[in-house]
């Protein structure tokens, strides 16, 4: 509960660093076939992870956020269940 913040954790807490979010200038070059998501407008950090998850599971290279896109928070990374931490990360 100590390393959990009293949140609710299944009786399973990772430790790790913080998710790696890189700047647009950072984007690799476009590679035949791979498929990018780029998102705009979303707020919410639990739909950030839900779209994350969803992007993981379509084999998405990497995503695209606007400056207004909600941050990769720990929020949104538990929505994610893990999909923020295979995917790159790139914000606008």
Known sequence: DYYSDQRP???LVLKCSPAYVRKIEDLPSPRRGAIWLAL???TDH???GSLLRSAAFFGVEGVICE???AKYTPVAA???AGAGEMISL???
Request: hydrophobic letters at 35%; one cysteine or more.
């Open 90 to 92: 790139f914000q606008v």
């Open 78 to 80: 538990k929505a994610s």
């Open 9 to 11: 954790h299944q009786g």
């Open 67 to 69: 400056r207004g896109c």
């Open 40 to 42: 705009e407008g979303i």
């Open 46 to 48: 639990m739909n950030l």
